[in-house]
């Protein structure tokens, strides 16, 4: 699986819309973006994933570049809840299909 | 729908001690993922079942740790003997049929503490 990259941590504001980049240039043209979080104390969430479009589902968009060699998840309107971890995840669309996680990024969500 | 269930939340013991975690996925769920998650480090892959078959068990020391999944549906995660090192959570994590785009639903982890 390709590898990622994400900034370790960033803040946002209750309310705001947070915007969490991921780096993946090595990303295949089979290769799926996944990202998933890890509340404290839990295990971690789905959240979304795309090949080539934008997505967008009831918790987040997801914006992929159109050479797909970078994203950004977006959280239209951040709360408390959502201060998590965020792992950015290549996927391969066949064969092994376990999840690679990096070291994420820390989203503090500040009142 | 209930989630994947894992017992118990803690434990602690001393090194040299075994220790077994257990795991009950979702109901319908052929795939089932253990995984280690080290303090300040992403999960870890240690094996992946496919019904009652192992699929991928090339990250898991088997020199200590086992796994099995008796009847395709709990699983049980051992150590024997534990280290130091393998003080980490361990998480379990199902899916429906373990394609490549299939959603893996994790479980709350057991922390382990081995003093």
């Known amino acids: 699986d390709a590898k990622t990259t994400q900034p370790p941590s960033m803040d946002c504001a209750e309310g705001r819309a947070a915007n969490l980049p991921c780096n993946h240039s090595?990303?295949?043209?089979?290769?799926?973006v996944y990202w998933y979080r890890q509340i404290h104390s839990q295990g971690p969430q789905y959240i979304i994933h795309?090949?080539?479009n934008n997505e967008t589902n009831e918790m987040a968009s997801l914006i992929i570049t159109e050479d797909r060699k970078s994203s950004t998840l977006i959280l239209p309107h951040a709360t408390l809840r959502d201060t998590a971890v965020y792992y950015c995840i290549v996927r391969v669309a066949t064969g092994a299909n376990n999840l690679f996680f990096g070291t994420g990024t820390r989203l503090t969500v500040i009142p | 729908e209930a989630g994947v269930a894992q017992s118990p939340r803690y434990k602690i013991i001393e090194k040299r001690q075994s220790v077994a975690f257990w795991c009950n996925p979702i109901?319908?769920?052929?795939?089932l993922y253990w995984y280690q998650q080290i303090l300040g480090q992403g999960p870890k892959l240690l094996i992946q079942?496919?019904?009652?078959?192992?699929?991928?068990d090339s990250q898991l020391p088997k020199d200590r740790f086992s796994a099995e999944r008796l009847k395709g549906v709990d699983s049980t995660l051992k150590i024997q003997p534990a280290k130091l090192e393998d003080s980490a959570v361990y998480l379990c994590?199902?899916?429906?049929?373990?394609?490549?785009?299939?959603?893996?639903?994790f479980g709350p982890g057991t922390r382990l503490t081995v003093l």
């Open positions: 994590a199902s899916s429906l049929i373990g394609g490549n785009t299939d959603t893996q639903y």
């Open positions: 090595t990303i295949s043209g089979n290769e799926y």
């Open positions: 109901s319908g769920h052929a795939t």
């Open positions: 079942f496919q019904n009652n078959g192992v699929v991928d």
């Open positions: 795309g090949l080539k």
